[in-house]
C-alpha cells in the first residue's frame, strides 16, 4: 500500500504546467553501511498525472493498492541546487501496481523453472 504523501508541479517544454503525485510507501528497517545502526525510511516515487492542482492537493492522503520499488534505468545526472555537484544515477524509485508485481512475480517464478 502506497500513501499520496505531496505533488511537484513542472514546466512542459511548450509552457504547459504538470503535475506529479509523490507516493510514499510503508515503513521499511535499513542498516546503515556507515554505522551498522538500525533506522527507519520510506520510499517515495514521482507518478505523472492529469490532474490540476486542485485535484493534486485533494488527493494527500489517499492510499493505492502497490509499492515501490526500486529499478535500474538508463543512467542520467542530477545537479544539487544548493551545492552544484553534480551525481550520476542508474536506479531510481517507481511505483508499481499490485497487478504488474503479480505478474512479475509469475515470470520470475517461469524464469526459475525453465
Known amino acids: 500500500m ?3 504523501v505531496d505533488y511537484k508541479s513542472y514546466e512542459k517544454e511548450d509552457g504547459g504546467i504538470f503535475h506529479a503525485l509523490v507516493v510514499q510507501g510503508g515503513l ?3 542498516k546503515s553501511k556507515e554505522t551498522g545502526q538500525v533506522y ?3 520510499k517515495t516515487a514521482q ?3 492529469t490532474f490540476d492542482e486542485a485535484s493534486c492537493k485533494s488527493l494527500i492522503g489517499t492510499q493505492l493498492p502497490g509499492k515501490i520499488k ?3 534505468v538508463e543512467p542520467y545526472e542530477y545537479t544539487n541546487t544548493i551545492t552544484g555537484e553534480i551525481t550520476t ?3 531510481r ?3 508499481v501496481t499490485e497487478e504488474e508485481e503479480i505478474l512479475e512475480n509469475n515470470l520470475e517464478e517461469e524464469r526459475m523453472v525453465i
Open 47 to 49: 507518478v505523472s498525472s
Open 89 to 91: 544515477y542508474s536506479e
Open 2 to 4: 502506497v500513501t499520496i
Open 70 to 72: 526500486r529499478v535500474q
Open 93 to 95: 524509485n517507481v511505483f
Open 28 to 30: 521499511e528497517a535499513v
Open 40 to 42: 527507519f525510511t520510506a
